[in-house]
């Protein structure tokens, strides 16, 4: 079983759209969490730290549950900027490993 | 300030060469890490080097091998190349080993082609 399992998507929205991202992981002794995004042919950038208490950084929203180990991204009023691969990371107990989903990717339309 | 540095940017191998792929960290990130992304997927982890030691070792071959220097920058060697190992080699600094901010901060990566 894969340490991050995510559903690769497509997504392609309309502009202003509100897209959702979910991602689960299997060690429930991970102990931080977060969401990168990887635009076409570069490399991959931290987008926001997941909190357990939820947390939100503009137009993002993050969530995690550690009981059904689960992470979501949210993204309100979608702009075409936003089109990119999104990456649901998991650091190990250990602290010394990070998991990468496989990405999800997201097209936003005009 | 110079982000992380890889080289070379792209390369073209056959089958059972040996190839050598270099990186330097960000000025006082003491912290390496490299990964392989295949094509449509996600980053997987090879190994963490912190202060010179190896700290962390994905499930790859012996084939792959890699080191650190006294200066931080590092190496992954990857001997008698397949087919597979065509990928990004992607190496990400960090401040120190274990940093729960979770910023790691990648180059643009070597792209590998082995024919």
């Known amino acids: 079983r894969k340490e991050v399992e995510q559903d690769p998507g497509p997504f392609n929205v309309p502009e202003g759209a509100t897209v959702a991202f979910n991602c689960t992981y299997s060690n429930s002794a991970s102990q931080s969490f977060f969401w990168y995004r990887q635009d076409c042919r570069k490399e991959p950038k931290l987008l926001m730290s997941?909190?357990?208490s939820g947390n939100e950084d503009g137009r993002f929203t993050a969530q995690l549950n550690r009981a059904s180990q689960y992470i979501s991204l949210l993204i309100r009023d979608s702009k075409l900027s936003d089109s990119a691969t999104y990456l649901c990371?998991?650091?190990?107990?250990?602290?010394?490993?990070?998991?990468f989903g496989t990405g999800t990717s997201l097209t936003v339309i005009p | 300030d110079a982000g992380v540095t890889q080289s070379p940017t792209h390369l073209i191998k056959t089958r059972g060469q040996h190839v050598t792929l270099r990186c330097s960290p960000i000025s006082g990130h003491k912290s390496v890490s490299w990964y392989q992304q295949v094509l449509g997927q996600g980053p997987q982890f090879i190994f963490q080097?912190?202060?010179?030691?190896?700290?962390g070792r994905g499930n790859f071959p012996d084939r792959f091998s890699a080191r650190q220097f006294p200066n931080y920058s590092s190496e992954l060697n990857v001997n008698a190349l397949l087919l597979g190992d065509s990928a990004l080699y992607l190496c990400?600094?960090?401040?120190?080993?274990?940093?729960?901010?979770?910023?790691?901060?990648f180059g643009e990566g070597s792209r590998l082609t082995v024919l």
């Open positions: 080097y912190y202060e010179k030691e190896e700290r």
């Open positions: 990371v998991v650091l190990t107990n250990t602290g010394n490993q990070f998991y």
């Open positions: 990400a600094s960090s401040l120190k080993a274990g940093t729960n901010t979770g910023e790691l901060f």
């Open positions: 997941v909190y357990s």
